[in-house]
Nanobody
Framework: HVQLVESGGGSVQAGESLRLSCAAS????????LGWFRQAPGKEREGVADIDSDGDTYYSDSVKGRALISKDTAKNILHLTMTNLQPDDAAIYYC????????????????????WGQGTQVTVS
């Protein structure tokens, strides 16, 4: 049974940075793609960043150049570092494990992602 626990969220000022973490247990890290998603109030969940089993990374246009997704395979921890945060970045951030990577990873229905964490809140003022 896969369990994902996000941490690192908080309240920041515009222009500041945050590093989110996702601790995973119950799976073999090398066999999955891993993703970060976010959902703001009244908006659809959207993909932020994804890393596949080869270590290739993918970013949504909204965060490209400001985000870095990385994984520590030995510790089964996924990170997301966001810089120059803006109010539009405020949301609940979720991590998820995926069975495969697809070109449409960043938009619903996210059918390839089958395990989700509870999320961590990011507020930007």
């Amino acid at each position: 049974h896969v369990q994902l626990v996000e941490s690192g969220g908080g309240s920041v000022q515009a222009g500041e940075s945050l590093r989110l973490s996702c601790a995973a247990s119950g799976y073999t890290g090398s066999t999955y793609c891993l993703g970060w998603f976010r959902q703001a109030p009244g908006k659809e969940r959207e993909g932020v960043a994804d890393i596949d089993s080869d270590g290739d990374t993918y970013y949504s246009d909204s965060v490209k150049g400001r985000a870095l997704i990385s994984k520590d395979t030995a510790k089964n921890i996924l990170h997301l570092t966001m810089t120059n945060l803006q109010p539009d970045d405020a949301a609940i951030y979720y991590c998820a494990t995926g069975r495969y990577h697809s070109g449409s990873w960043y938009k619903p229905p996210f059918s390839q992602y089958d395990n989700w964490g509870q999320g961590t809140q990011v507020t930007v003022s």
